[in-house]
């Protein structure tokens, strides 16, 4: 599964870890990707979404409806 949010499209971040001696090595910021599963009344269906946790908090105040209506306007498949 690749750590990425169907609503607000958040991806990793890459940048460096600096040690002690500031030597730099690559590394990933990961969004907190959770999948979480929506009953869609409109369609009378269940939706498995996968939506970062800010994400989550969106759904809860715009509802699902209008969320499953933004990913697929941004051509997403649900």
Wanted: hydrophobic share 35%; with cysteine.
């Amino acid at each position: 599964m690749s750590a990425h949010c169907q609503l607000t499209g958040a991806r990793p971040g890459f940048g460096n870890r600096i040690s002690h001696s500031h030597r730099r090595t690559p590394r990933r910021f990961d969004p907190n990707i959770q999948r979480k599963r929506y009953w869609l009344a409109g369609e009378g269906r269940y939706v498995r979404l996968t939506l970062s946790a800010r994400a989550v908090k969106t759904v809860d105040v715009i509802g699902v409806e209008a969320a499953v209506a933004r990913i697929r306007a941004r051509g997403e498949k649900v």
